[in-house]
C-alpha cells in the first residue's frame, strides 16, 4: 500500500475516533462557559452509550436510541446542575460522582437487562445501528487520481452523526457569538453578578446550559455505540470524557480551535492503531508504548505546548444572589 492510500485510511480513522471527542469538548465548552465545571464528561458519554444501545437493542431504531442516550445523558446533567447550581456543591465532587454512577449502574443494569456480562445485545438488524452514507457521486470519482480517495473515502461514507459533529462546530460558534443567549451564556461565566444585576436568571441560564451539555454528550454516548460499535460494551467510553476536557482546556474553550485539537488527538488515537507492533528495524515498538501515546502526549501538550489557559472568571464559583 502507498504513502497515500495510507494516510487516506490514517485521517479516515482520525475523523471517525474524533467524533466523540468533538461532541464532548463542545458540550463541556457549553458548560464551563457559563461558570459550571464538569468533568462528568465521561459518565454522561458512558451512560450515553448504554442507554443508547439498550433501546436501539430493544426497538430495533437507531433513532429511538439516541433519544434514549440524549434523554439519560441530559438527566445526568440536570443532577450534576441541580447539585453544583442549586445546591452550590462542589462541582468537582459532583462531577466524578457522576462518572462512578455511571461506571457502576451501566454494569448492573446491562447484566440484569440481557444476562451478557454487562454486554448489551449485538445491534445486527437492519436500521438498529447509523450506517455509513454515501454522498453523491463517491463512487464515480473513486478512481480519480488524489481528489477521488479523498471524496470517496474520507469525506464520503461516514454515519449522519459525523456529519453533524461537524456541523455543530459552526453552530456552537453562532449561537456563543452571534445570538443574546450566547453573548449571556458567557457574561454569567465571566461575571454572573452584573448578569443577575441586569435582571436575568443566573440559575435559568445555567440551567440551560448543562442542558446543552446533556444533550451533546448523548450524542457522544450515541455514535460510540450505535454507529462506530455494535453495541455498548464495558467502559467503552475509555477516557475519552477526560480527553475531550484536556482537547476543551488546549483550544482554551473556543469552537472551533476545539474542533481541530479533537482531530489531534484522534490523529494520535489512529497512528497508535495503526503502528501498533510495527517494527522499525532495530526492534518491534512495544503495542503498549503506541496505545499509551494519545494519554502521554495529551499530558505533554496540556504541560508545555498551550501556554496560559485561562477559564472563565466565575468557573466553579457557586453564585449566591446579594440581598
Known sequence: MGIFETLILILDSTVRLAIPLMFAAL?????????????????????????????????????????????????????????????????????????????????????????????????????????????????????????GPIYSELISGHSILVYLAFAAVPFTWWVL????????LRAVGENPGAVDTAGISVTWLRYRAVMCTGVLCGFAGAYLAVAQNAGFVKDMTAGKGFIALAALIFAKWKPVPVMFACLLFGFLDAVAIRFAGIDIGLFEVPPQFMQSLPYILTVVLLAGFIGKAVPPKAGGQPYVKER
Request: hydrophobic fraction near 55%; glycine fraction near 12%; proline fraction near 2%.
Open 27 to 147: 458540550a463541556g465548552l457549553y458548560s464551563e462557559r457559563s461558570g459550571i465545571f464538569d468533568i462528568g464528561l465521561e459518565g454522561k458519554m458512558l451512560a450515553a452509550a448504554f442507554a443508547g444501545a439498550a433501546a436501539a437493542a430493544v426497538y430495533g431504531n437507531a433513532w429511538i436510541g439516541l433519544l434514549f442516550a440524549i434523554i439519560v445523558s441530559t438527566f445526568l446533567a440536570l443532577v450534576h446542575g441541580f447539585a453544583s447550581i442549586t445546591h452550590r456543591g462542589n462541582q468537582i465532587v459532583s462531577g466524578v460522582a457522576i462518572n462512578f454512577i455511571a461506571a457502576g449502574t451501566t454494569i448492573i443494569l446491562g447484566q440484569a437487562w440481557f444476562r451478557q456480562g454487562g454486554r448489551t445485545p449485538a445491534l445486527m438488524a437492519e436500521g438498529s445501528r447509523f450506517t455509513a452514507i454515501e454522498l453523491p457521486f463517491a463512487e464515480a470519482v473513486r478512481d480519480v487520481p488524489v481528489l
Open 177 to 184: 457569538f452571534r445570538t443574546r443567549f450566547g453573548l449571556r
